[in-house]
């Protein structure tokens, strides 16, 4: 159970979540999957913020600058949030029309939502030590219940596997006693709320 619940952390990790969102929204959204275009300049930029972010991470445990890649110490907490947020707002901001290339607002409001989603994180933080894993899930059934909506493509098998994703993932961070409940919880929250509203008021 133990090599399970590492393995779901493993495959469901954070840094993962942007990219696997992407890929979902192919099914969920009729613009995106005729716009190849659009769809590999947001591949792209998505890849390299999440690579990135995972690279420096990598070297800090090196370094030991954190104990361990999961920061399971709250306290070591503050600075790779705020490289994975810099990361992100980076990424945020090559969607923007001044890179002459067009994203719709729906997309800049999806990585919007992940920038506020780990902003809000990294405040957080500070003084509780919410689940980043759990934040990613969050973000990704938001955006996939937004886009849905918005296309009228809800796809119940898919909305369905990913909450089963979220509760394997809430799941295997309790078993492994990375988190506790409210820890767990409030980081699923933290994401829905912050991706839901950034594509539901087109903050982007």
Do not use: Q
């Not at 990219?19 to 300049?41: C, G, K, Q, T, V």
């Not at 509760?167 to 991706?195: D, I, N, P, Q």
């Amino acid at each position: 159970m133990n090599f399970l619940a590492k393995l779901v952390s493993a495959i469901l990790h954070p840094l993962l979540m942007p990219l696997a969102s992407l890929f979902l929204l192919l099914h969920f959204d009729p613009y995106l999957s005729h716009r190849f275009e659009i769809f590999f300049y947001l591949t792209l930029i998505i890849s390299i913020n999440s690579l990135a972010p995972a690279v420096s991470l990598w070297f800090m445990h090196k370094r030991k600058v954190i104990s361990d890649l999961d920061i399971t110490d709250r306290k070591e907490r503050a600075m790779p949030f705020f490289i994975v947020l810099s990361y992100f707002t980076l990424a945020y901001i090559l969607s923007l029309e001044i890179t002459g290339i067009f994203i719709p607002v729906l997309y800049r409001s999806l990585l919007l939502g992940l920038v506020l989603s780990i902003f809000v994180g990294w405040l957080i933080t500070f003084k509780f030590k919410l689940s980043m894993h759990m934040l990613g899930s969050g973000g990704v059934l938001a955006a996939i219940l937004a886009v849905g909506n918005i296309y009228n493509t809800i796809d119940i098998a898919w909305i369905s596997a990913i909450i089963i994703g979220g509760g394997l993932m809430g799941w295997s961070r309790l078993y492994l006693k990375a988190h506790t409940r409210w820890e767990v919880y409030t980081g699923y929250a933290v994401g829905f709320l912050c991706m839901g509203s950034s594509i539901y008021f087109e903050l982007g």
